[in-house]
């Protein structure tokens, strides 16, 4: 089975720091999925990367997924409080009957002191 | 849309009670997703339906866990009974048939068992 390891598994930094969250997987990626979580809350989508090279952003939040598709990182920049939270990657199967499958690494906790 | 709504938002049972949680998909999504979040195991699919139909129950973790979806708009996960390391966030999430698309989670319902 597939397995994605995020690190580090913690960080904390000063507000108006940039910062760099990596997630590396065991197999090809075949679709790369960031996703957000506050304490007591849902998962809530960022971006999804399924080429090789591709790098999206989202105002201060841009993901890449390297070239061989086993490595993808989220980079912010000028951190804000409002950036705290659990930030998740997770990895979709091939095809086949796990199609729609997602596996999610541990997960790293960022929080930004004002 | 109202999103993915799980209830209850906060459950307390003691061992050996039977436990149900239920789960209301987004409208027109044909995926429909539970997880278990721990602090030790991370996020964990237990089972994910198509249709209506589970299509890989391979994270369930023993015959205490089941899953019903007996229409598009409705779901259920049920423990019987229940144990202390039940104890976790379940989420609910759902998504669209669409090559690798994002699933949208619900708040999550945490579940306590004494």
């Known amino acids: 089975s597939q397995e994605l390891e995020q690190s580090p598994q913690s960080l904390i930094v000063q507000e108006g720091k940039n910062l760099t969250i990596n997630c590396t997987s065991s197999k090809t990626l075949y679709g790369l999925y960031w996703y957000k979580q506050k304490y007591g809350e849902g998962l809530i989508f960022l971006m999804m990367?399924?080429?090789?090279?591709e790098e999206k952003s989202h105002e201060k939040i841009t993901a890449k997924l390297d070239e061989k598709k086993q490595q993808s990182s989220l980079h912010i920049t000028a951190s804000q409080p409002s950036h705290a939270g659990i930030y998740l990657c997770g990895a979709a199967n091939a095809g086949g009957t796990s199609y729609g499958k997602l596996t999610f690494g541990q997960g790293t906790i960022l929080t930004v002191h004002p | 849309d109202a999103g993915v709504i799980q209830s209850p938002r906060h459950e307390v049972t003691e061992m050996g009670q039977e436990v149900t949680l239920r789960c209301k998909p987004i409208s027109g999504h044909d995926y429909l997703f539970w997880y278990r979040q721990t602090m030790m195991r991370g996020l964990e699919l237990l089972i994910y339906?198509?249709?209506?139909?589970?299509?890989?129950d391979s994270g369930m973790p023993e015959d205490r866990f089941s899953a019903k979806m007996p229409n598009a708009s409705f779901s259920t996960l049920k423990i019987q009974p229940s144990e202390p390391r039940d104890s976790a966030v379940y989420f609910c999430a759902s998504s669209q048939w669409r090559d690798y698309n994002e699933q949208f989670f619900g708040p999550g319902t945490r579940l306590t068992v004494l």
């Open positions: 339906f198509n249709n209506n139909v589970p299509i890989d």
């Open positions: 990367l399924q080429k090789g090279g």
